[in-house]
């Protein structure tokens, strides 16, 4: 009886881890390939912007278990960027992500895409593309958001100055979200809009122009990074700090110093933490989860299973959050 009952627990036992191997064989983990490699491809390479994307990138890589890169260059230049980008295609990697910024970069999306390397873009979208999904955060949501706070704080009345990067996609929606915004305040005006070009020093020299323009102007606000120390430093120069005020955009650390200090007032930052995290789950998904049954046969009625947008959440900074913000710039600096 008793080996009857020894014999029942070991079959019992092995019918069990028969039925767990074979429910492992088919979790995620078990499908992936930790040789696979997923690319990010980058512009304006050196700007601190980057870190927390990169933070993203390395955690998400290890998350799923796969290879991570990132391939960036330091200018903006449209023809530079296609090469780097066709570059990295030819190395085949598993999937692609890319900056969104200039529509230049669609024909080479589409060839990749067309050789079966799927490519997401972030921040940035390139529209006339034919990319599997954008992430980011929304650039108008981002300019209307930042144009709200910016009303408030000045209670719906004054003369208002932006800085951005006239004809780039992003930069555009920005703006045109600022001016949707105080468009809602009738003692609201914009005066002048400057250009930045990513470039601290000609913000700078953008801000003072304005500033001498305008001699009764309240505050800026900025659609980059740069625009707000451009901004802040013309201001100082000016003798004008604590009659002029900035809003800015992003979380570089200069820029939170000067938010702590109490030189500009507040600043609009996207989620870049977890951008890329999301740009590849989609890839992930693409790759081990397209044969969800949307229908019977999914290549053959050509669908498209994974998203067209993820729209990231924005958030405020002020002096009552900025040492959260600070601290974590510090801990992206390791990855």
Known sequence: MKKVSTLAAVVGLLLVMGFAASAAAGTLQSMIDPNDEYVVV????????????????????ELYGVKTSWQGMNGDDVTEMVT??????????????????????APSIDKAVAAGIPVVCFSGDVVTSNR?????????????????KYAESISGKGKVAILTYPGKGLFDGRQAGFEAAFAEYPDIEVVAVGNTETNEAKAVQAAKDILTA?????????????????????????????????????????????IKAGTI??????????????????????RYYNDAMLTTNNAAAGVKLTPNKISCAINYIDK???????????EYLKY
Not at 42 to 61: D, L, P, Q, T, V
Not at 86 to 93: E, I, L, Y
Not at 132 to 146: C, E, M, N, P, R
């Open 132 to 148: 599997d999904t954008w992430v980011g955060s929304d650039q108008y949501d981002l300019g209307y958001t930042g144009g709200k």
């Open 320 to 330: 009552n959050n900025v040492d959260y913000y600070l601290a974590a710039n510090e």
């Open 214 to 258: 305008n001699p009764d102007l309240t505050g800026f606000v900025c659609c980059d990074a740069t625009g707000p120390m451009g901004a802040a430093t013309a201001i100082e120069e000016a003798g004008l700090t604590g009659k002029v005020d900035v809003l800015g955009l992003d979380r570089d650390t200069a820029m939170l110093e000067r």
């Open 42 to 61: 980058c512009c304006i390479n050196s700007i601190e912007y980057w870190n927390a994307h990169r933070y993203g990138w390395k955690k998400a890589g």
């Open 265 to 286: 007032t507040g600043s609009v930052v996207q989620d870049d933490a977890t951008m890329l995290f999301w740009a590849m789950t989609v890839l992930i998904t693409d």
């Open 84 to 105: 780097l980008f066709d570059n990295t295609v030819a190395k085949q990697p598993k999937g692609i992500v890319v900056l969104g910024w200039d529509e230049g970069l």
